[in-house]
Protein backbone atom coordinates (compact mmCIF):
# COMPACT_ATOMS: atom_id res chain seq x y z
CA UNK A 1 0.00 0.00 0.00
CA UNK A 2 1.99 4.11 -1.13
CA UNK A 3 1.45 5.89 1.49
CA UNK A 4 -0.78 7.63 -0.15
CA UNK A 5 -3.54 5.26 0.17
CA UNK A 6 -2.34 4.07 3.69
CA UNK A 7 -3.41 8.11 4.60
CA UNK A 8 -6.52 8.01 2.68
CA UNK A 9 -8.07 5.11 4.84
CA UNK A 10 -6.77 6.76 8.33
CA UNK A 11 -9.19 9.87 10.18
CA UNK A 12 -7.28 12.81 10.93
CA UNK A 13 -6.50 11.85 14.45
CA UNK A 14 -4.76 9.04 13.29
CA UNK A 15 -2.79 10.93 10.62
CA UNK A 16 -1.71 13.69 13.29
CA UNK A 17 -0.55 10.06 15.84
CA UNK A 18 1.30 9.10 12.69
CA UNK A 19 2.98 12.63 12.85
CA UNK A 20 3.91 12.18 16.18
CA UNK A 21 5.02 9.05 15.96
CA UNK A 22 7.13 9.76 13.36
CA UNK A 23 8.98 12.70 15.51
CA UNK A 24 9.18 10.53 18.62
CA UNK A 25 11.13 8.30 16.56
CA UNK A 26 13.68 10.86 15.68
CA UNK A 27 13.75 12.05 19.12
CA UNK A 28 14.21 8.50 20.02
CA UNK A 29 17.05 8.21 17.50
CA UNK A 30 18.78 11.28 18.88
CA UNK A 31 18.33 10.91 22.50
CA UNK A 32 20.64 7.04 21.55
CA UNK A 33 22.87 9.02 19.28
CA UNK A 34 22.94 10.96 22.16
CA UNK A 35 23.94 9.03 24.75
CA UNK A 36 26.00 7.02 22.95
CA UNK A 37 28.16 9.63 22.58
CA UNK A 38 31.71 10.52 24.10
CA UNK A 39 32.07 13.85 22.64
CA UNK A 40 30.69 16.66 24.73
CA UNK A 41 30.20 18.99 21.39
CA UNK A 42 28.56 15.71 19.74
CA UNK A 43 26.22 15.30 22.44
CA UNK A 44 25.34 19.30 22.41
CA UNK A 45 24.65 18.68 18.94
CA UNK A 46 22.11 15.65 18.98
CA UNK A 47 20.53 17.94 22.56
CA UNK A 48 19.92 20.76 19.76
CA UNK A 49 18.14 18.42 17.80
CA UNK A 50 15.88 16.71 20.42
CA UNK A 51 14.98 20.09 21.52
CA UNK A 52 14.09 20.82 18.01
CA UNK A 53 12.14 17.48 17.42
CA UNK A 54 10.43 17.85 21.02
CA UNK A 55 9.23 21.45 20.15
CA UNK A 56 7.49 19.68 16.56
CA UNK A 57 5.71 17.33 18.42
CA UNK A 58 3.87 20.21 20.74
CA UNK A 59 2.99 21.62 17.49
CA UNK A 60 1.44 18.73 16.15
CA UNK A 61 -0.51 17.53 19.51
CA UNK A 62 -1.88 21.30 19.63
CA UNK A 63 -2.31 21.68 16.01
CA UNK A 64 -1.33 25.34 16.05
CA UNK A 65 -1.08 26.76 12.72
CA UNK A 66 0.30 30.24 14.22
CA UNK A 67 3.29 28.53 14.94
CA UNK A 68 5.52 28.32 11.42
CA UNK A 69 4.68 31.43 9.19
CA UNK A 70 7.95 31.69 7.13
CA UNK A 71 8.28 31.03 4.13
CA UNK A 72 10.80 27.70 3.16
CA UNK A 73 14.07 28.43 2.51
CA UNK A 74 15.33 26.47 -0.76
CA UNK A 75 16.75 23.10 -0.65
CA UNK A 76 20.33 23.01 -1.18
CA UNK A 77 20.25 19.23 -1.23
CA UNK A 78 23.83 19.45 -0.07
CA UNK A 79 23.72 16.17 2.06
CA UNK A 80 21.13 14.55 -0.47
CA UNK A 81 23.99 12.68 -2.12
CA UNK A 82 26.19 11.70 0.42
CA UNK A 83 25.84 8.04 2.35
CA UNK A 84 23.59 7.66 5.70
CA UNK A 85 26.27 6.84 8.65
CA UNK A 86 24.84 4.51 10.89
CA UNK A 87 24.38 5.76 14.90
CA UNK A 88 28.02 4.72 17.26
CA UNK A 89 29.20 5.97 20.23
CA UNK A 90 31.87 8.26 18.27
CA UNK A 91 30.28 9.95 15.48
CA UNK A 92 32.06 13.07 14.85
CA UNK A 93 29.80 16.33 13.83
CA UNK A 94 30.02 15.52 10.09
CA UNK A 95 28.20 12.54 10.75
CA UNK A 96 25.94 14.05 12.77
CA UNK A 97 24.87 16.94 10.43
CA UNK A 98 24.60 13.83 7.47
CA UNK A 99 22.50 11.97 9.87
CA UNK A 100 20.15 14.85 10.77
CA UNK A 101 20.13 16.71 7.67
CA UNK A 102 19.04 13.33 5.63
CA UNK A 103 16.18 12.95 8.23
CA UNK A 104 14.97 16.01 8.49
CA UNK A 105 14.44 15.65 4.52
CA UNK A 106 12.54 12.37 4.40
CA UNK A 107 10.06 13.81 7.10
CA UNK A 108 9.40 17.42 5.43
CA UNK A 109 8.82 15.03 2.02
CA UNK A 110 5.95 12.90 4.06
CA UNK A 111 4.75 16.39 5.41
CA UNK A 112 4.71 17.50 1.79
CA UNK A 113 2.66 14.46 0.85
CA UNK A 114 0.29 14.74 3.30
CA UNK A 115 -0.47 18.51 2.33
CA UNK A 116 -0.53 17.99 -1.24
CA UNK A 117 -2.88 14.67 -0.46
CA UNK A 118 -5.19 17.16 1.63
CA UNK A 119 -5.21 20.38 -0.85
CA UNK A 120 -9.48 20.73 -1.06
CA UNK A 121 -9.00 21.41 2.94
CA UNK A 122 -7.68 24.53 3.07
CA UNK A 123 -6.25 24.53 7.09
CA UNK A 124 -5.26 21.16 6.76
CA UNK A 125 -3.41 21.77 3.66
CA UNK A 126 -1.81 25.10 5.27
CA UNK A 127 -0.97 22.94 8.50
CA UNK A 128 1.14 20.07 7.26
CA UNK A 129 2.20 22.69 4.31
CA UNK A 130 3.74 24.43 7.59
CA UNK A 131 5.41 20.94 9.05
CA UNK A 132 6.85 20.66 5.82
CA UNK A 133 8.47 23.81 5.27
CA UNK A 134 9.64 23.69 9.05
CA UNK A 135 11.39 20.63 8.62
CA UNK A 136 12.81 21.82 5.06
CA UNK A 137 14.31 24.93 7.35
CA UNK A 138 16.00 22.82 9.80
CA UNK A 139 17.64 20.92 6.70
CA UNK A 140 18.54 23.78 5.55
CA UNK A 141 20.08 25.02 8.95
CA UNK A 142 22.11 22.03 9.46
CA UNK A 143 23.28 21.60 5.31
CA UNK A 144 24.64 25.26 5.54
CA UNK A 145 26.07 24.32 8.97
CA UNK A 146 27.56 21.50 6.98
CA UNK A 147 28.86 23.47 3.81
CA UNK A 148 30.48 26.30 6.24
CA UNK A 149 32.66 23.76 7.95
CA UNK A 150 33.41 20.47 5.70
CA UNK A 151 33.19 22.06 2.02
CA UNK A 152 35.00 24.90 2.25
CA UNK A 153 37.90 23.73 0.10
CA UNK A 154 40.66 25.14 1.26
CA UNK B 1 51.43 55.45 18.96
CA UNK B 2 53.03 57.48 16.17
CA UNK B 3 55.38 55.20 14.34
CA UNK B 4 58.28 56.98 13.19
CA UNK B 5 59.32 57.22 9.58
CA UNK B 6 62.32 55.39 8.44
CA UNK B 7 65.09 57.25 6.96
CA UNK B 8 64.30 56.98 3.20
CA UNK B 9 67.24 56.18 0.41
CA UNK B 10 64.75 56.39 -2.66
CA UNK B 11 66.22 58.81 -4.75
CA UNK B 12 63.46 58.46 -7.25
CA UNK B 13 61.25 61.46 -7.73
CA UNK B 14 57.77 60.39 -6.39
CA UNK B 15 55.84 60.92 -9.76
CA UNK B 16 58.28 58.72 -11.36
CA UNK B 17 58.11 56.17 -9.00
CA UNK B 18 54.33 55.54 -10.00
CA UNK B 19 55.80 55.09 -13.72
CA UNK B 20 57.98 52.19 -12.78
CA UNK B 21 56.14 48.84 -14.45
CA UNK B 22 55.82 46.31 -10.93
CA UNK B 23 58.72 43.48 -11.57
CA UNK B 24 57.56 40.42 -13.09
CA UNK B 25 59.81 37.54 -10.80
CA UNK B 26 61.22 34.98 -13.41
CA UNK B 27 59.93 31.34 -13.50
CA UNK B 28 60.74 27.91 -14.99
CA UNK B 29 59.36 27.72 -18.23
CA UNK B 30 56.04 25.89 -17.84
CA UNK B 31 55.99 22.94 -20.32
CA UNK B 32 59.61 22.10 -18.95
CA UNK B 33 58.58 23.06 -15.11
CA UNK B 34 55.41 20.39 -15.44
CA UNK B 35 57.89 17.56 -15.54
CA UNK B 36 60.41 18.76 -12.74
CA UNK B 37 60.02 19.09 -8.79
CA UNK B 38 62.05 22.12 -8.81
CA UNK B 39 61.19 25.57 -7.61
CA UNK B 40 58.43 27.17 -10.31
CA UNK B 41 59.55 30.87 -9.08
CA UNK B 42 63.03 31.89 -9.61
CA UNK B 43 63.43 35.59 -7.17
CA UNK B 44 64.22 38.69 -8.45
CA UNK B 45 67.52 39.72 -8.76
CA UNK B 46 69.01 42.61 -6.75
CA UNK B 47 68.76 44.83 -9.32
CA UNK B 48 65.06 44.34 -10.13
CA UNK B 49 64.73 44.21 -6.35
CA UNK B 50 65.63 47.80 -5.84
CA UNK B 51 63.87 49.20 -8.68
CA UNK B 52 61.13 47.48 -7.18
CA UNK B 53 61.58 48.51 -4.12
CA UNK B 54 61.83 51.72 -5.78
CA UNK B 55 57.97 51.70 -6.31
CA UNK B 56 57.34 52.59 -2.70
CA UNK B 57 55.72 56.06 -2.40
CA UNK B 58 56.82 56.18 1.35
CA UNK B 59 53.08 56.80 2.70
CA UNK B 60 53.12 58.90 5.53
CA UNK B 61 50.48 56.46 7.20
CA UNK B 62 51.31 53.38 5.36
CA UNK B 63 48.53 50.76 5.36
CA UNK B 64 50.81 47.75 4.20
CA UNK B 65 52.06 46.73 7.88
CA UNK B 66 48.26 46.28 8.75
CA UNK B 67 47.76 44.05 5.97
CA UNK B 68 50.23 41.83 7.83
CA UNK B 69 49.51 39.66 10.50
CA UNK B 70 52.64 39.66 12.33
CA UNK B 71 52.89 43.41 11.02
CA UNK B 72 56.18 43.52 9.42
CA UNK B 73 57.63 47.00 9.02
CA UNK B 74 57.54 47.24 5.30
CA UNK B 75 58.05 50.85 4.73
CA UNK B 76 61.30 49.92 6.69
CA UNK B 77 62.89 46.96 4.97
CA UNK B 78 61.93 48.42 1.63
CA UNK B 79 63.97 51.57 2.19
CA UNK B 80 66.72 49.22 3.18
CA UNK B 81 66.48 47.74 -0.25
CA UNK B 82 66.89 51.27 -1.86
CA UNK B 83 69.78 51.21 -0.16
CA UNK B 84 70.93 48.20 -1.77
CA UNK B 85 71.59 46.99 2.39
CA UNK B 86 69.79 43.83 1.56
CA UNK B 87 70.83 41.90 4.90
CA UNK B 88 69.67 44.91 6.71
CA UNK B 89 66.46 44.31 5.41
CA UNK B 90 66.44 40.91 6.18
CA UNK B 91 67.54 41.81 10.10
CA UNK B 92 64.24 44.10 9.51
CA UNK B 93 61.80 41.57 8.59
CA UNK B 94 63.36 39.23 11.25
CA UNK B 95 62.50 41.72 14.36
CA UNK B 96 58.81 39.97 13.60
CA UNK B 97 59.02 37.83 11.24
CA UNK B 98 61.18 34.55 11.63
CA UNK B 99 60.20 32.80 8.67
CA UNK B 100 60.67 35.35 5.67
CA UNK B 101 61.99 33.10 2.89
CA UNK B 102 59.06 31.18 3.86
CA UNK B 103 56.07 33.97 4.02
CA UNK B 104 57.66 35.46 0.80
CA UNK B 105 57.08 32.22 -1.24
CA UNK B 106 53.77 31.34 0.49
CA UNK B 107 51.79 34.10 1.99
CA UNK B 108 48.73 35.58 -0.16
CA UNK B 109 50.01 39.24 -0.08
CA UNK B 110 47.33 39.98 -2.76
CA UNK B 111 45.22 39.71 0.10
CA UNK B 112 47.27 40.89 2.95
CA UNK B 113 50.11 43.68 2.72
CA UNK B 114 49.70 44.51 -0.66
CA UNK B 115 45.91 44.52 -1.04
CA UNK B 116 45.79 47.67 1.41
CA UNK B 117 49.24 49.15 -0.57
CA UNK B 118 48.19 52.50 -1.40
CA UNK B 119 50.10 52.45 -4.39
CA UNK B 120 47.71 49.21 -5.54
CA UNK B 121 44.91 51.36 -5.51
CA UNK B 122 45.74 53.29 -9.08
CA UNK B 123 48.42 50.83 -9.70
CA UNK B 124 49.70 47.42 -9.51
CA UNK B 125 50.29 47.17 -5.60
CA UNK B 126 54.49 47.14 -4.55
CA UNK B 127 55.15 43.83 -4.90
CA UNK B 128 55.87 42.95 -1.18
CA UNK B 129 56.12 39.19 -0.69
CA UNK B 130 58.75 38.64 -3.65
CA UNK B 131 60.96 41.57 -1.96
CA UNK B 132 60.71 39.35 1.05
CA UNK B 133 61.29 36.65 -0.87
CA UNK B 134 64.60 38.28 -2.47
CA UNK B 135 66.20 39.63 0.81
CA UNK B 136 65.61 36.25 3.06
CA UNK B 137 67.31 34.06 0.02
CA UNK B 138 70.04 37.00 -0.42
CA UNK B 139 70.29 36.33 3.47
CA UNK B 140 70.37 32.89 2.94
CA UNK B 141 73.53 32.62 0.49
CA UNK B 142 75.43 35.79 1.69
CA UNK B 143 74.19 36.30 5.09
CA UNK B 144 75.29 34.57 8.96
CA UNK B 145 72.54 32.63 9.66
CA UNK B 146 69.95 34.53 10.85
CA UNK B 147 72.18 37.45 9.42
CA UNK B 148 72.70 39.65 12.62
CA UNK B 149 74.55 37.97 15.54
CA UNK B 150 71.77 36.83 18.16
CA UNK B 151 72.59 38.20 21.73
CA UNK B 152 71.56 35.22 24.06
CA UNK B 153 69.30 36.80 27.04
CA UNK B 154 70.23 35.79 30.69
CA UNK B 155 68.36 32.46 31.06
CA UNK B 156 65.34 33.18 32.84
CA UNK B 157 65.69 29.35 34.20
CA UNK B 158 61.86 28.66 32.59
CA UNK B 159 61.17 25.94 30.07
CA UNK B 160 58.16 26.30 27.48
CA UNK B 161 57.23 23.07 25.29
CA UNK B 162 56.21 23.79 22.62
CA UNK B 163 53.95 20.94 20.45
CA UNK B 164 54.69 21.06 17.08
CA UNK B 165 57.24 22.69 14.71
CA UNK B 166 55.01 24.02 12.21
CA UNK B 167 54.25 28.10 11.24
CA UNK B 168 52.85 29.05 14.74
CA UNK B 169 55.34 27.07 17.09
CA UNK B 170 58.36 28.21 15.10
CA UNK B 171 57.43 31.63 15.65
CA UNK B 172 56.32 31.15 19.50
CA UNK B 173 60.23 29.66 19.84
CA UNK B 174 61.50 32.35 17.82
CA UNK B 175 60.04 34.64 20.25
CA UNK B 176 60.28 32.96 23.32
CA UNK B 177 63.79 32.04 23.28
CA UNK B 178 64.72 36.14 22.89
CA UNK B 179 63.77 36.29 26.51
CA UNK B 180 66.26 33.65 27.64
CA UNK B 181 63.63 31.07 28.37
CA UNK B 182 64.54 27.39 27.20
CA UNK B 183 62.51 26.34 24.55
CA UNK B 184 62.03 22.54 23.50
CA UNK B 185 59.57 21.84 20.16
CA UNK B 186 58.49 18.30 19.77
CA UNK B 187 57.27 17.09 16.03
CA UNK B 188 55.45 14.09 16.28
CA UNK B 189 56.91 13.57 12.41
CA UNK B 190 60.84 12.85 11.16
CA UNK B 191 61.29 16.30 9.86
CA UNK B 192 60.47 20.10 11.13
CA UNK B 193 58.19 22.36 9.26
CA UNK B 194 54.39 20.89 10.30
CA UNK B 195 52.39 21.95 7.23
CA UNK B 196 54.97 23.43 6.04
CA UNK B 197 57.01 19.96 4.87
CA UNK B 198 54.50 17.55 4.35
CA UNK B 199 51.62 19.65 2.53
CA UNK B 200 53.84 22.33 0.65
CA UNK B 201 55.16 20.87 -2.44
CA UNK B 202 59.07 21.22 -3.62
CA UNK B 203 58.38 23.11 -6.31
CA UNK B 204 56.81 25.73 -4.38
CA UNK B 205 58.35 25.68 -1.31
CA UNK B 206 61.59 23.87 -1.11
CA UNK B 207 62.71 21.97 1.91
CA UNK B 208 66.24 23.31 1.83
CA UNK B 209 64.98 26.64 3.05
CA UNK B 210 62.57 25.46 5.45
CA UNK B 211 65.38 23.49 7.34
CA UNK B 212 67.91 26.75 6.77
CA UNK B 213 65.14 28.63 8.98
CA UNK B 214 64.60 25.54 11.47
CA UNK B 215 68.76 25.43 11.85
CA UNK B 216 68.42 29.05 12.44
CA UNK B 217 66.16 28.79 15.43
CA UNK B 218 68.25 25.52 16.19
CA UNK B 219 71.72 28.34 16.37
CA UNK B 220 69.70 30.60 18.61
CA UNK B 221 69.21 27.88 21.06
CA UNK B 222 65.94 25.86 20.31
CA UNK B 223 65.69 22.43 20.83
CA UNK B 224 63.58 20.61 18.59
CA UNK B 225 62.89 16.61 19.06
CA UNK B 226 61.20 14.57 16.14
CA UNK B 227 59.27 11.16 16.38
CA UNK B 228 57.71 12.55 19.41
CA UNK B 229 53.88 12.39 19.93
CA UNK B 230 52.26 14.35 22.37
CA UNK B 231 49.53 12.87 23.93
CA UNK B 232 50.96 9.23 23.13
CA UNK B 233 55.00 9.46 23.75
CA UNK B 234 53.80 11.60 26.76
CA UNK B 235 50.79 13.70 28.05
CA UNK B 236 50.74 17.38 28.09
CA UNK B 237 50.67 16.70 32.00
CA UNK B 238 53.42 14.43 31.81
CA UNK B 239 55.34 17.62 30.42
CA UNK B 240 54.50 19.59 32.99
CA UNK B 241 54.59 18.20 36.31
CA UNK B 242 57.49 15.46 35.17
CA UNK B 243 59.41 17.36 33.00
CA UNK B 244 59.20 20.70 34.26
CA UNK B 245 57.84 22.58 31.64
CA UNK B 246 56.50 25.72 32.55
CA UNK B 247 54.63 26.48 29.57
CA UNK B 248 53.07 24.81 26.66
CA UNK B 249 51.86 25.96 23.41
CA UNK B 250 49.93 24.23 21.59
CA UNK B 251 50.13 24.11 17.46
CA UNK B 252 49.04 21.04 16.09
CA UNK B 253 47.38 22.44 12.89
CA UNK B 254 44.73 20.82 11.36
CA UNK B 255 45.74 17.93 9.92
CA UNK B 256 42.78 15.64 10.15
CA UNK B 257 42.00 15.05 6.36
CA UNK B 258 38.01 15.09 5.87
CA UNK B 259 35.93 13.41 3.23
CA UNK B 260 33.10 13.63 1.14
CA UNK B 261 30.85 10.66 2.36
CA UNK B 262 30.25 9.63 -0.42
CA UNK B 263 30.10 5.66 -2.39
CA UNK B 264 33.59 4.41 -3.14
CA UNK B 265 35.77 6.72 -0.94
CA UNK B 266 37.17 3.66 0.52
CA UNK B 267 38.34 2.35 -3.16
CA UNK B 268 42.10 2.31 -3.89
CA UNK B 269 43.45 4.79 -5.63
CA UNK B 270 41.01 7.46 -3.47
CA UNK B 271 43.32 9.63 -1.38
CA UNK B 272 43.12 12.11 1.27
CA UNK B 273 44.84 15.37 -0.02
CA UNK B 274 47.03 14.75 3.16
CA UNK B 275 47.70 11.43 2.68
CA UNK B 276 48.99 12.27 -1.21
CA UNK B 277 50.81 15.04 -0.60
CA UNK B 278 52.27 13.89 2.47
CA UNK B 279 54.03 10.74 0.54
CA UNK B 280 54.96 12.87 -1.90
CA UNK B 281 56.39 15.68 0.23
CA UNK B 282 57.42 14.60 3.21
CA UNK B 283 58.07 10.48 2.16
CA UNK B 284 60.03 12.15 -1.04
CA UNK B 285 57.53 10.20 -3.44
CA UNK B 286 58.56 12.97 -5.76
CA UNK B 287 62.43 11.70 -5.57
CA UNK B 288 61.87 8.55 -7.22
CA UNK B 289 64.00 6.30 -7.61
CA UNK B 290 66.22 7.96 -5.01
CA UNK B 291 63.45 7.60 -2.88
CA UNK B 292 61.10 4.60 -3.16
CA UNK B 293 57.50 5.40 -1.23
CA UNK B 294 54.42 3.88 -2.66
CA UNK B 295 52.98 6.71 -4.72
CA UNK B 296 50.26 5.94 -7.16
CA UNK B 297 51.71 7.40 -10.72
CA UNK B 298 47.95 7.83 -12.37
CA UNK B 299 47.03 8.07 -16.01
CA UNK B 300 43.64 9.97 -15.50
CA UNK B 301 44.07 12.20 -11.52
CA UNK B 302 40.76 14.35 -10.45
CA UNK B 303 41.67 16.11 -7.10
CA UNK B 304 38.25 16.96 -6.20
CA UNK B 305 38.37 21.09 -4.27
CA UNK B 306 39.69 24.39 -5.03
CA UNK B 307 42.29 25.49 -2.65
CA UNK B 308 45.44 25.88 -2.20
CA UNK B 309 45.48 22.22 -1.16
CA UNK B 310 43.70 21.13 -4.25
CA UNK B 311 46.37 23.02 -6.60
CA UNK B 312 48.88 21.48 -4.66
CA UNK B 313 47.70 18.32 -5.40
CA UNK B 314 46.94 18.57 -9.07
CA UNK B 315 50.21 20.35 -10.25
CA UNK B 316 51.86 17.33 -8.11
CA UNK B 317 49.60 14.88 -9.74
CA UNK B 318 50.96 16.39 -13.08
CA UNK B 319 54.54 16.09 -12.67
CA UNK B 320 54.31 12.75 -11.58
CA UNK B 321 53.34 11.75 -14.40
CA UNK B 322 49.36 11.80 -15.56
CA UNK B 323 48.47 12.32 -18.98
CA UNK B 324 45.38 14.51 -17.53
CA UNK B 325 45.26 15.82 -14.13
CA UNK B 326 42.19 18.28 -13.73
CA UNK B 327 40.70 19.64 -10.76
CA UNK B 328 36.85 18.74 -10.20
CA UNK B 329 35.25 21.94 -8.07
CA UNK B 330 31.64 22.08 -7.70
CA UNK B 331 31.85 25.88 -7.74
CA UNK B 332 33.12 27.93 -10.51
CA UNK B 333 36.48 29.46 -10.64
CA UNK B 334 35.68 32.94 -9.05
CA UNK B 335 34.64 31.80 -5.92
CA UNK B 336 38.00 29.68 -5.81
CA UNK B 337 39.69 29.49 -2.80
CA UNK B 338 43.16 29.53 -4.06
CA UNK B 339 45.71 32.04 -4.76
CA UNK B 340 45.26 33.51 -8.13
CA UNK B 341 49.05 32.34 -8.96
CA UNK B 342 48.55 28.83 -8.15
CA UNK B 343 45.16 28.83 -10.65
CA UNK B 344 47.39 30.32 -13.02
CA UNK B 345 50.47 28.47 -12.67
CA UNK B 346 48.21 25.31 -12.66
CA UNK B 347 46.72 26.03 -15.65
CA UNK B 348 49.99 26.88 -17.66
CA UNK B 349 51.02 23.34 -16.99
CA UNK B 350 48.63 22.23 -18.63
CA UNK B 351 45.90 21.20 -15.21
CA UNK B 352 42.29 21.15 -16.62
CA UNK B 353 39.47 22.45 -14.30
CA UNK B 354 36.47 21.04 -14.41
CA UNK B 355 34.42 23.83 -12.59
CA UNK B 356 30.60 23.53 -11.54
CA UNK B 357 30.75 19.84 -11.25
CA UNK B 358 30.61 17.81 -7.97
CA UNK B 359 31.69 13.92 -7.59
CA UNK B 360 28.76 11.77 -6.17
CA UNK B 361 30.36 8.38 -6.39
CA UNK B 362 33.27 6.90 -7.20
CA UNK B 363 33.23 3.72 -9.38
CA UNK B 364 35.79 0.83 -8.72
CA UNK B 365 36.74 -2.38 -10.67
CA UNK B 366 36.42 -6.27 -9.29
CA UNK B 367 40.32 -5.58 -7.39
CA UNK B 368 38.47 -2.31 -5.73
CA UNK B 369 40.76 0.38 -7.76
CA UNK B 370 38.68 3.05 -9.14
CA UNK B 371 38.17 3.86 -12.25
CA UNK B 372 35.45 5.92 -12.84
CA UNK B 373 33.55 8.94 -11.07
CA UNK B 374 30.29 9.88 -11.24
CA UNK B 375 29.43 13.65 -11.06
CA UNK B 376 26.65 15.84 -11.17
CA UNK B 377 27.24 19.59 -12.64
CA UNK B 378 25.64 22.09 -10.31
CA UNK B 379 24.46 25.69 -10.99
CA UNK B 380 24.69 29.22 -8.88
CA UNK B 381 22.58 30.29 -6.81
CA UNK B 382 22.35 32.90 -4.20
CA UNK B 383 25.39 33.68 -2.26
CA UNK B 384 25.91 31.73 1.00
CA UNK B 385 27.40 32.69 4.67
CA UNK B 386 31.06 32.80 3.09
CA UNK B 387 29.53 35.62 0.10
CA UNK B 388 30.33 33.37 -2.34
CA UNK B 389 27.54 31.83 -4.79
CA UNK B 390 26.27 28.31 -3.29
CA UNK B 391 26.33 25.52 -5.92
CA UNK B 392 22.89 24.03 -6.90
CA UNK B 393 23.09 20.87 -7.81
CA UNK B 394 21.34 20.12 -11.39
CA UNK B 395 18.51 17.78 -11.71
CA UNK B 396 19.47 14.80 -14.05
CA UNK B 397 23.00 15.97 -15.02
CA UNK B 398 24.99 13.22 -14.20
CA UNK B 399 27.63 12.17 -15.89
CA UNK B 400 30.50 9.25 -16.03
CA UNK B 401 34.21 9.71 -16.21
CA UNK B 402 37.27 7.65 -16.66
CA UNK B 403 39.65 7.98 -13.64
CA UNK B 404 42.45 5.63 -11.97
CA UNK B 405 43.26 8.44 -8.67
CA UNK B 406 41.24 10.54 -7.41
CA UNK B 407 42.47 12.89 -4.55
CA UNK B 408 39.92 14.90 -2.14
CA UNK B 409 40.97 18.18 -1.40
CA UNK B 410 38.10 19.40 0.84
CA UNK B 411 39.49 20.25 3.92
CA UNK B 412 40.85 19.74 7.18
CA UNK B 413 39.77 19.31 11.02
CA UNK B 414 41.98 18.87 13.93
CA UNK B 415 43.54 16.23 14.97
CA UNK B 416 41.83 14.65 18.10
CA UNK B 417 44.34 13.35 20.25
CA UNK B 418 44.90 16.49 22.97
CA UNK B 419 41.33 16.41 23.36
CA UNK B 420 41.25 13.08 23.69
CA UNK B 421 43.98 12.67 26.36
CA UNK B 422 43.70 16.64 27.95
CA UNK B 423 40.06 16.73 28.88
CA UNK B 424 41.28 19.48 30.51
CA UNK B 425 41.63 21.86 27.72
CA UNK B 426 38.20 22.84 26.15
CA UNK B 427 37.23 21.85 22.88
CA UNK B 428 34.58 23.09 20.25
CA UNK B 429 32.30 20.99 18.53
CA UNK B 430 34.69 21.21 15.18
CA UNK B 431 37.35 19.74 17.60
CA UNK B 432 39.03 22.50 17.72
CA UNK B 433 41.06 24.21 21.08
CA UNK B 434 38.84 26.71 22.61
CA UNK B 435 41.53 29.53 23.09
CA UNK B 436 41.04 33.62 23.97
CA UNK B 437 42.70 35.85 21.45
CA UNK B 438 45.96 35.66 23.42
CA UNK B 439 45.63 31.72 22.97
CA UNK B 440 45.34 31.18 26.65
CA UNK B 441 42.94 27.89 26.70
CA UNK B 442 41.22 26.45 29.77
CA UNK B 443 43.92 24.43 31.07
CA UNK B 444 46.50 26.70 33.38
CA UNK B 445 49.74 27.57 31.63
CA UNK B 446 48.43 25.43 28.37
CA UNK B 447 48.08 27.97 25.21
CA UNK B 448 47.32 27.30 22.00
CA UNK B 449 47.22 28.95 18.07
CA UNK B 450 46.98 28.57 13.98
CA UNK B 451 45.25 26.20 12.96
CA UNK B 452 44.18 23.85 15.95
CA UNK B 453 42.09 26.86 16.86
CA UNK B 454 41.12 28.74 14.20
CA UNK B 455 40.68 26.07 11.41
CA UNK B 456 42.25 25.70 8.37
CA UNK B 457 43.85 28.90 7.54
CA UNK B 458 46.69 30.89 5.72
CA UNK B 459 50.91 30.26 7.29
CA UNK B 460 51.45 34.02 8.29
CA UNK B 461 47.97 33.86 9.80
CA UNK B 462 49.33 30.91 12.03
CA UNK B 463 52.24 33.06 12.72
CA UNK B 464 50.52 36.14 14.28
CA UNK B 465 48.57 33.91 16.73
CA UNK B 466 51.58 32.40 17.33
CA UNK B 467 53.23 35.89 18.24
CA UNK B 468 49.91 36.77 20.44
CA UNK B 469 50.28 33.33 22.06
CA UNK B 470 54.27 34.24 22.56
CA UNK B 471 53.51 37.79 24.15
CA UNK B 472 51.19 36.11 26.57
CA UNK B 473 52.84 33.10 27.76
CA UNK B 474 56.10 35.32 28.66
CA UNK B 475 53.78 37.32 30.66
CA UNK B 476 52.31 34.09 32.07
CA UNK B 477 55.91 33.19 33.02
CA UNK B 478 56.94 36.65 34.32
CA UNK B 479 53.33 36.58 36.69
CA UNK B 480 54.69 33.10 37.65
CA UNK B 481 58.19 34.64 38.60
CA UNK B 482 56.80 37.71 41.02
CA UNK B 483 54.13 34.92 42.85
CA UNK B 484 57.20 33.10 44.03
CA UNK B 485 57.61 33.94 47.86
Known sequence: MSFKEQVSSMNMEAIVEMCIDQEQQAIDLYTMARDQAKDKSARQKFQELIDMETEHKVALKDFELERYLELPPADLKVTDYLMAPNTRENMTTQQILILAAKREGKTARMYQELADLFVQDKKLNTFFQMMADEELRHKHDLETEYENEFLQEG | ?485
Not at chain 2, 267 to 284: D, K, P
Not at chain 2, 398 to 406: A, H, L, P
Open chain 2, 1 to 485: MKRERPQSFNTVPIKERLTIPRQDMPEQDALQRSTNFLEVNLGLNPEQAVIEAQRCIECKNPTCMDGCPVNIKIPDFIQLICNEDFLGAADKIKEDNSLPAVCGRVCPQETQCEEVCVVGKRFEAVAIGRLERFVADYAMIHGNGSTKVFDKPEPSGQKVAIVGSGPAGLAVASDLIKEGHEITVFEALHEFGGVLVYGIPEFRLPKAILREEVANLEAMGVKFVKNFIVGRTMTIQELMADEGFDAVFLGLGAGLPRFMNIPGENLNGVYSANEFLTRSNLMRGYEFPEWDTPLYRAKHAIIVGGGNTAMDAVRTAKRLGADEASIVYRRSEEEMPARNEEIHHAKEEGVAFLNLVNPIKFIGDEQGNVIAAECLRMELGEPDGSGRRRPIPMKGSEFTMKVDMVVIAVGNGSNPLIAQTTPEIETNKWGNIVADEDGKTSMEGVYAGGDIVSGGATVILAMGAGRKSAAAISEYLKSKVGSVV
